[in-house]
Nanobody, 114 residues
Framework: VQLQASGGGLVQAGGSTRLSCAASGRIFSIGDMGWYRQAPGKQRELVAVITRSGTTSYVDSVKGRFTISRDNAKNTVFLQLNSLKPEDTAVYYC?????????WGKGTLVTVSS
C-alpha cells in the first residue's frame, strides 16, 4: 500500500498548478485524505483535508486559493493551487488513512518565483 504524488514544479507568482496523489495496493478502506507542506526551515503544516464524503477544511493562509478534491473511484486526492505566492513554496506531502493506518506520500516540491 502506498501513496504516489505527482505535479508541482516551478510556478510564477499568481500562477496555478495541480497536485495529484494516488493510493495503490491492497486497499480495503480509505478515510480522510489531505495535503501537508513543509517550507524551508519551518515545521510541516496541514494545508487541506477532505473526508470520504467530501467535507473539506483548509489552513487560513490558503482559503480561497487552494481547492482539495478526491476521486473515490480512483483512490486519488487532488490539490488545485491558484493565485500562488512565494510563501507557498514548500515540499507538499499527501497523506491518507488507508486500511485504518496513516500513510504518507513522498513529497513534491512547489517553487513559486516572484
Amino acid at each position: 500500500v502506498q501513496l504516489q504524488a505527482s505535479g508541482g514544479g516551478l510556478v510564477q507568482a499568481g500562477g496555478s498548478t495541480r497536485l495529484s496523489c494516488a493510493a495503490s495496493g491492497r486497499i480495503f478502506s480509505i478515510g480522510d485524505m489531505g495535503w501537508y507542506r513543509q517550507a524551508p526551515g519551518k515545521q510541516r503544516e496541514l494545508v487541506a483535508v477532505i473526508t470520504r464524503s467530501g467535507t473539506t477544511s483548509y489552513v487560513d493562509s490558503v482559503k480561497g486559493r487552494f481547492t482539495i478534491s478526491r476521486d473515490n473511484a480512483k483512490n486519488t486526492v487532488f490539490l488545485q493551487l491558484n493565485s500562488l505566492k512565494p510563501e507557498d513554496t514548500a515540499v507538499y506531502y499527501c497523506n491518507a488513512i488507508l486500511n485504518r493506518a496513516n500513510y504518507w506520500g513522498k513529497g513534491t516540491l512547489v517553487t513559486v518565483s516572484s
